[in-house]
Every structure is written in C-alpha cells, then in structure tokens.
T-cell receptor, first 110, second 114 residues
Framework: QQKVQQSPESLIVPEGAMTSLNCTFS??????FAWYRQHSGKAPKALMS????GEKEEGRFTIHLNKASLHFSLHIRDSQPSDSALYLC??????????FGTGTRLQVLP | GGIITQTPKFLIGQEGQKLTLKCQQN?????MYWYRQDSGKGLRLIYY???????QKGDLSEGYDASREKKSSFSLTVTSAQKNEMAVFLC?????????????FGPGTRLTVL
C-alpha cells in the first residue's frame, strides 16, 4: 500500500523567504505526483504535477521529483502571505487512485 | 469551466443517525470521489466511482455507503453517525477513468455529531 508522508507538519516563514516542503513515498514505481493547496475554509486546488524524475518550475513555484530517493518537494521562492495555506502532496496508491499526504500547514508572516 | 456543489454545507446529526451528503458536478467528469478531512489535515478516500452505478471502496469505507445514480451526482451516506467522525467531507471529480488526472474539489460538508 503506497504511503505518502509529509514534513514538516507546520511551518512559519517571513515574507520573502524561500520555503521548502517535503514529501516521501513508499513505492518507487509510482508515476504521478502532484501538489495541492488548500486555503483556510476553501476547497483543495491542484498546484502542479509531474510524471518523471526532474524539476518543473511555474512562476515562484518549483517541484522536484527524485524516485531513487523516494522524495518529492515543493519550493516557493519569495513567499507571500497569500501563500499561507495547507499544502497536500499526492501520489498514486496501489488501487491506482491518488493518495494524499498528511499535509503541511504554511504560514507566511508579513 | 465547471463547478462542484455539495449539499448541505453544514450537517448536524445525532449519534447513531443515518445521514446523507450530496454532490453534483457539471464538468461532465467520469470519476467522482468522496474524502474525509479531519481537523484541517490530510484527505482520506472513502469511496470513488468511475462511471454511473460503479462504486469502489477507499481506505475508509467502513461505516459509509455511496451511490452514483447519474454521471453528474454522487451521494455518501453515513450509516450510523459517530462522534469520532466529525469532519469535513469533500467531494471531487476528475476527467476520464485513468489514474493520473487532476481532481477538482467541492467546498465540503462539515459534519457535527451531537
């Protein structure tokens, strides 16, 4: 059974900082990984996804997948108060549907 | 664009009561999901359905039933509400029936059990 663990559980950073969120998974055969973001009281929304080893950048957000080390990360450059949210990583389970991690709650202080 | 509607937004029930949550989507997506989110934490899959009248159990299906009578709607029944399952229940949908599609979420139903 695929398991997805996130760290840290919560994080407070000052505005302008580089933020790094981490996700580890148990099954290296997994092909699809994604980050979702959920602002307080709102629905989760997909942020970025990746299918193969490597890096992908969109604006201030970069995701990095390393299947050999079973590691998936999200980096936010120049963090803004509007980035404050719960971040969920997602990967496929052995039922071939997405399984979500436990979440990292990010707070960016102005 | 499309939208996912969940009703009711807030649901209050008595312990042991049978309660039903409803979800509608107008994306014309094939796959729909029900998740439970406890205290702003991660999502746990209860049920999903890849087409009308199809039901697949997730990791948390015990104590729940689901129904997909139409492509656009997916309902979840809490068979006997318990105080330890007070949570936000999120409905989602995704295009196609494959494994690697983005999921679109509804705003959630918050369940309180008295």
């Amino acid at each position: 059974q695929q398991k997805v663990q996130q760290s840290p559980e919560s994080l407070i950073v000052p505005e302008g900082a580089m933020t790094s969120l981490n996700c580890t998974f148990s099954d290296s055969a997994s092909q699809y990984f994604a980050w979702y973001r959920q602002h307080s009281g709102k629905a989760p929304k997909a942020l970025m996804s990746i299918f193969s080893n490597g890096e992908k950048e969109e604006g201030r957000f970069t995701i990095h997948l390393n299947k050999a080390s079973l590691h998936f990360s999200l980096h936010i450059r120049d963090s803004q108060p509007s980035d404050s949210a719960l971040y969920l990583c997602a990967g496929p389970s052995n039922t071939n549907k997405v399984v979500f991690g436990t979440g990292t709650r990010l707070q960016v202080l102005p | 664009g499309g939208i996912i509607t969940q009703t009711p937004k807030f649901l209050i029930g008595q312990e042991g009561q049978k309660l039903t949550l409803k979800c509608q989507q107008n994306f014309n997506h094939d796959t729909m999901y029900w998740y439970r989110q406890d205290s702003g934490k991660g999502l746990r899959l209860i049920y999903y359905s890849i087409t009308e009248n199809d039901l697949q159990k997730g990791d948390l299906s015990e104590g729940y039933d689901a129904s997909r009578e139409k492509k656009s709607s997916f309902s979840l029944t809490v068979t006997s509400a318990q105080k330890n399952e007070m949570a936000v229940f999120l409905c989602a949908s995704s295009p196609g029936t494959g494994d690697y599609a983005e999921q679109f979420f509804g705003p959630g139903t918050r369940l309180t059990v008295l």
